[in-house]
């Protein structure tokens, strides 16, 4: 049995994938020869396949929480312990904006002061125009943005030459210094997979751990390079290239597993980011997660449905089991929202391998059910399908699978379609047809009398998607 673990991107929410392996720890014959990962999921698998296999769950742990922060830091300083700014370079690249005889270009425009001194004495002449909106647009426009100390600053903090918040890789980063990536290409590891988006060629790239499949070695940079979310962390340079965050494009990674492995037979998925832990924003901080969370958790289930739909395309017999996202998550770097996700994925994964063992159970019992293992939708949770009912003409349905991006939608399907089955001959009886309408009758009574013959009215009428004429 060849299983791959795919691991996704989610920042502060990976104790659920944390805690997913500490479950399936517990099950000795469930192991896993691939794992897929993207941002904070490669540094997941990073950090425990590198470990002795009776420390990994222990050396994981020790490691995210010092990425992670107690809540009593956090609450008054909401950042990682991880995305320290490059200080001296912050103050290079302001020395050199500042020293730049470019920068002094268009700071004083005359007719732009002009206009803001016309604005704002019509503004203050005229009671009508004082509302909220106009003296808050007046503010913008003919304040800040035609006074030449506002441009000059506004333009070094976003025109000077830095390109993140933070600077995620060090080559001396104590961090780094953690994992060990000569273990990683042990013989005793899987095949780990982490994607980056490269930048100077504007494609997905993915960097692995065993030399001999020939992608770029998983090292610190790559890690880093697969996650320095743009704006917040600064793009990382690997042999000349520009790499920034995989998970922006492709938060949960399948990108390679059917074609690299086409031995695979089964692909458990620990997605850790869905709609459901949005929540309202009250401050900038908030507010700047939703603006990660929303895009990254809509992509993610897009990647997932996408990859089901692959996965029917290409025939192949993979079971797909997707462990259930908790939506009561934060994304907060603390340590205590760490310990919560790691409860949470632990809960689900034992769900989760219930329902397979179940399923694993019912393919025995009835061995001309379809080897794929089909998710249906139960709550808010994906989990196995129920053994189908037949449909009393077209025979007994394959195993409850997705159909137009909707899990759990059963799609009926002739039983000599079935893979292995053939279905006896039978007769389909004929669908009824209508009744003759009745001839016509002439119009008699009150209503016709004193009317003279009857008219042919005729008006169009839509039917079918054509025109047709209706007669009165």
């Known amino acids: 049995m060849k299983r791959a673990i795919v691991l996704a991107g989610g920042g502060p929410a990976i104790g659920l994938s944390i805690g997913a392996l500490k479950r399936l720890e517990e099950e000795s014959d469930i192991t896993f020869d691939i794992a897929s990962t993207a941002c904070i999921g490669a540094w997941l698998a990073a950090t425990y396949y590198q470990a002795p296999k009776s420390e990994r769950l222990a050396t994981t742990e020790r490691f995210f929480r010092k990425v992670f922060r107690p809540e009593t830091v956090y609450s008054r300083f909401p950042i990682a312990a991880c995305f320290a700014p490059n200080i001296s370079k912050m103050i290079h ?9 470019d920068t002094y270009r268009n700071l004083v425009v005359p007719e732009i002061i002009r206009d803001a001194t016309e604005d704002l004495l019509r503004f203050a002449s005229d009671p009508r125009q004082w509302t909220e909106a106009n003296a808050n647009t007046l503010m913008l426009n003919s304040v800040l943005a035609a006074n030449p100390l506002t441009r000059f600053f506004t333009s070094m903090a976003f025109l000077t030459k830095h390109t993140g918040l933070a600077q995620i890789f060090y080559p001396d980063s104590p961090l780094l210094d953690q994992i060990d990536f000569n273990a990683l290409s042990g013989p005793d590891t899987p095949i780990i997979y982490h994607n980056a988006f490269n930048l100077t060629h504007n494609r ?9 499949l020939g992608l770029p070695p998983i090292s610190g940079q790559s890690l880093c390079g ?22 922006t494009v492709e938060p949960v990674n399948f990108r390679g597993l059917l074609e690299n492995h086409p031995d695979l037979d089964e692909i458990w998925v620990s997605r850790i980011l869905d709609r459901s832990q949005i929540r309202e924003p009250e401050n900038l901080y908030e507010a700047l997660n939703n603006l990660v969370t929303i895009l990254a958790a809509s992509k993610s289930q897009d990647n997932v449905t996408l990859f089901k739909h692959e996965l029917e395309r290409s025939g192949r017999n993979v079971k797909l089991i997707e462990i259930p996202v908790a939506s009561d998550i934060e994304y907060h770097w603390t340590h205590e929202n760490l310990d919560r996700g790691i409860e949470l994925g632990y809960a689900a994964t034992s769900q989760t391998i219930a329902e397979y063992r179940a399923d694993i159970r019912r393919a025995e019992e009835e061995p001309h059910r379809s080897p794929r293992l089909a998710l249906v939708k139960s709550g808010d949770i994906e989990t196995a399908a129920p053994t189908p009912i037949p449909h009393p003409i077209a025979g007994p349905l394959l195993p409850a699978r997705a159909a137009s991006g909707r899990p759990g939608q059963a799609r009926s399907v002739p039983a000599h379609a079935a893979p292995g089955h053939t279905a006896p001959a039978r007769s389909i009886p004929p669908l009824p047809q209508p009744a003759a309408l009745p001839p016509r009758r002439a119009v008699s009574g009150a209503r016709g009398a004193g009317r003279g013959p009857l008219r042919r009215v005729t008006r169009p009428v839509r039917r079918t998607g054509r025109l047709s004429r209706h007669v009165a």
């Open 226 to 247: 697969g996650s320095a979310l743009p704006f917040l962390a600064d793009k990382v340079e690997i042999d000349g290239q520009v790499f920034c965050e995989g998970a």
């Open 93 to 101: 690249n302001t020395a050199a904006f500042a020293l730049n005889p």
């Open 204 to 212: 997905m790239d993915l960097f692995c751990n065993k030399p001999e």
